[in-house]
């Protein structure tokens, strides 16, 4: 399924009638600010966020799962919600795949039809967290219940090894450059372990792992202090990832999924200490009130998203690097919303926070520090904050032949009940 773009632009026309004169308004605070606003236009439209495989579809809690119909039961329907995805919005053109859940039987074929939607593969996602449901790359008298890589018995640890190069083996054949490890080891008892032995079990694995990445490719870290691991995880926190990346090697770098803090945790300061770092991989975006609640992003704490770019922004400003040089994805999949109308809403909250931290002047903040003028710096910030910098952002959407307002444009052009007329009401997403 392809959305006719007339249908859209006529949709933008109808919906904003006043879009010019307020985009006018809002360029002229913007150059008041002393920042060029077809700058911000044009990072809002480098800015391309992942779709993982695992969102498009309805998720679940253990309590159990409502889908909604019209799931793409397949990696050919998952391609083709990306690009549902990326004609509404404009704001996403690559697919972030995991294994064994997405497992390409035809590259080529699947390489081809991503091509045709404008998509490309994002990061190989590994699962060392649960044995294989198919049991067919898993040998038998195997299993990860205590762990992968950390795992006391060295036939576990090889066979995930084994895991990630096939994943590497994908990748490379569908033109991806990285990999994400994601471990769910850890000890749910004290005592279960030795905290030393499973790190450096885990560091070991990863080395080897590192040898056989292509020299052009990225291997990502990702850290979580608990579940389903209840008492220790082997990659807690920020540190651990660190380490575990700095043991590893140079293009090791370490992913931070917001969900993934104790509560409180200040998470702008860990990025800005991963930027000093050079280990900043990028993002896992969702947002959450408890733990990894992993709800749409910016539906809890907007603002606490803005600071985030706020270090980025400063990060992208300052140097030769640009937004493609982070992996920016979204890592959310719950259990109410409609998935596609979810991370549309995610896209959304993502370039908003992007175009608020973007006209931040940077000059007065740095000014108004130097002078330790800390009123001055709360109001430079909040007035970014509190600008309403929708007008850029349907801007940039719409420059790129997307909808002024997707979700809106989602319901009006009834993409849901067109794929659930062709898919049927029962279809379930693998790997949920
Ligand atoms: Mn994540």
């Not at 044009?42 to 998720?59: D, E, H, M, Y």
């Not at 997405?102 to 590994?126: C, Q, R």
Request: glycine share 8%; hydrophobic share 35%.
């Amino acid at each position: 399924m392809r959305l006719d773009s007339g249908k859209i632009s006529d949709l933008n026309k109808a919906s904003h009638v006043y879009h010019d004169q307020e985009l006018d308004l809002l360029k002229n605070k913007v150059n008041n600010l002393g920042i060029d606003p077809e700058s911000v236009i044009k990072g809002l439209n480098s800015l391309q966020v992942a779709t993982p495989s695992w969102a498009l579809g309805t998720g679940g809690t253990r309590f159990g799962r409502f889908p909604g119909g019209g799931e793409p039961s397949n990696i050919q329907e998952k391609i083709e919600d990306v690009g549902l995805l990326k004609q509404l919005s404009g704001q996403t053109s690559s697919i972030s795949l995991h294994i064994p859940w997405d497992i390409p039987k035809n590259a080529a074929e699947l390489k081809d039809l991503a091509g045709s939607y404008g998509l490309k593969f994002d990061s190989m996602n590994s699962n060392t967290f649960m044995n294989d449901p198919n049991g067919e790359n898993m040998p038998k008298g195997l299993s990860y219940k205590f762990g992968s890589m950390c795992n006391s018995q060295e036939a576990v640890r090889a066979q995930a090894v084994q895991h990630n190069l096939e994943c590497i083996e994908y990748g490379k054949q569908l033109g991806s450059n990285s990999l994400t490890i994601w471990l769910a080891d850890g000890t749910t008892f004290p005592g279960q372990a030795s905290f030393t032995k499973q790190f450096k079990n885990v560091v070991n694995c990863l080395q080897t792992i590192y040898k056989e990445l292509p020299e052009d490719w990225f291997m990502f870290t990702e850290h979580k202090p608990y579940e389903p691991a209840f008492y220790s995880t082997v990659n807690a926190d920020w540190g651990s990832s660190l380490l575990m990346a700095k043991e590893t090697g140079e293009r090791c770098l370490c992913l931070v999924d917001l969900g993934h803090h104790l509560p409180n945790t200040n998470i702008e300061q860990v990025v800005s200490r991963m930027i000093m770092e050079k280990r900043l991989a990028g993002f896992h975006f969702n947002d959450s009130k408890y733990g990894d609640d992993d709800i749409t992003v910016g539906c809890i704490k907007p603002y606490q998203l803005f600071l985030i770019f706020n270090e980025l922004v400063e990060y992208l400003n300052g140097n030769e690097h640009q937004a493609n040089d982070l992996a920016w994805m979204i890592d959310a999949s719950h259990n109410l919303k409609d998935p596609l109308e979810d991370l549309l809403q995610s896209f959304d909250a993502i370039a908003l926070a992007y175009a608020q931290a973007a006209i931040i002047p940077r000059k007065a903040l740095e000014e108004a520090q130097y002078n330790n003028d800390i009123v001055a710096c709360q109001e430079i910030l909040q007035n970014a904050y509190r600008t309403d910098v929708r007008p850029l952002v349907r801007e940039a959407r719409m420059r790129l032949g997307g909808a002024a307002n997707p979700v809106q444009a989602y319901r009006d052009l009834k993409v849901r009940e067109e794929l659930i007329s062709k898919r049927g009401t029962t279809t379930t997403i693998t790997g949920l």
